[in-house]
């Protein structure tokens, strides 16, 4: 409906997990550790841990050439194909590489799979189909015959609204980038966040559409308005470390978040910084760790720049960075 009722920053679905299903050390694979160093990786955690890939998806081909794939985790409904493609291979025509309005238009005006009510996805919608654990990073069972490189979300770029973002960046809306329409949701939710300070300096907060609990103040700041303390710096390790080692707000199962997870707090309404500054007061402008390993370059693990943009990057391991803990409620 165009309103921060309907169509609120973050994601109004249950979260999906990454599909990063190895652990790594500082530079290679290696066998999930049962505690001490590494613990707390990507793949230690979440619904991938429970069950099989293929379980994650459901293609449907009883539209002939028009397919339509459901996520079984969050619920959206996706065309099947690329737009531009058809068939039940998405084999027949050409991707189209157009505009950001072109594209809203087109999802607008899509009949596909007997369905009317398409629209180009938002980037939290677009992220929860990224898949980290493999190249190309898109499950190529469920959508076959998807073309390398960047999808339009919805979603303008805050801090210059000639841009829009797609897959975790961002490019000026005249740029010609592919598209994937969905359909379902999002849905009105109740209040994003709840910021809760009942145990003193120690503050959480519950994120009403995902489930998890956050640590109310980055790591190494305390007090209600995180105003004690100065903010700590990680390696990678120390960062799973820490977290698997937090006592916060009488809890001790915190973890480091993953990409997913930490992208999910974004706020791509604002910027300076791009988050809820009332749930996550005092957010020191840098980028934030996840526990998501970087699979083409595994020195390096996934980042976000919370504060500024929202944007991710990559960062190697050995530098420092700051971390804020999650755990599941």
């Not at 607008?108 to 919608?125: H, K, V």
């Not at 076959?144 to 999808?151: A, I, L, N, W």
């Not at 910027?271 to 699979?295: D, G, K, Q, R």
């Amino acid at each position: 409906c165009g309103t921060v009722d309907c169509n609120p920053p973050g994601p109004s679905f249950t979260l999906a997990d990454t599909n990063q299903r190895l652990c790594y050390a500082s530079t290679s694979a290696m066998t999930c550790p049962a505690s001490g160093s590494y613990y707390g990786q990507d793949a230690q955690y979440g619904w991938d841990v429970t069950h099989d890939e293929t379980e994650r998806f459901t293609r449907d081909l009883s539209m002939s050439t028009k397919p339509v794939v459901t996520d079984n985790v969050t619920g959206l409904m996706w065309q099947g194909c690329a737009y531009g493609l058809t068939g039940d291979s998405c084999g027949t025509g050409s991707a189209t590489a157009a505009e950001w309005d072109t594209h809203l238009a087109n999802c607008d005006a899509l009949t596909w799979g007997g369905y009317t009510d398409w629209r180009l996805p938002d980037q939290y919608e677009l992220m929860s189909i990224v898949d980290f654990g493999y190249s190309p990073s898109i499950d190529t069972t469920a959508f076959p015959g998807t073309p390398s490189g960047d999808f339009w979300s919805s979603s303008s770029y805050a801090y210059d609204v000639t841009g829009a973002w797609s897959m975790g960046s961002y490019g000026s809306k005249t740029d010609s980038v592919y598209a994937r329409c969905v359909r379902s949701g999002p849905k009105p939710r109740a209040a994003h966040f709840t910021r809760d300070t009942s145990v003193e300096d120690y503050p959480v907060v519950v994120d009403n559409a995902t489930g998890l609990e956050w640590q109310g103040c980055a790591s190494g700041l305390t007090g209600n308005s995180c105003a004690d303390g100065d903010v700590s710096e990680f390696t990678w390790a120390d960062a799973l470390a820490h977290c698997e080692g937090l006592s916060w707000a009488g809890h001790d199962d915190w973890r480091l978040p993953n990409v997913k997870e930490l992208h999910s707090i974004v706020d791509d309404h604002v910027h300076s910084p791009a988050i809820n500054a009332t749930a996550f007061p005092a957010t020191p402008s840098y980028y934030f760790w996840s526990s998501s390993t970087y699979l083409y370059g595994t020195s390096n693990a996934w980042t976000v720049n919370i504060s500024i943009s929202g944007s991710m990057s990559l960062y190697p391991k050995t530098w420092f960075v700051y971390v804020r803990c999650v755990r599941d409620m």
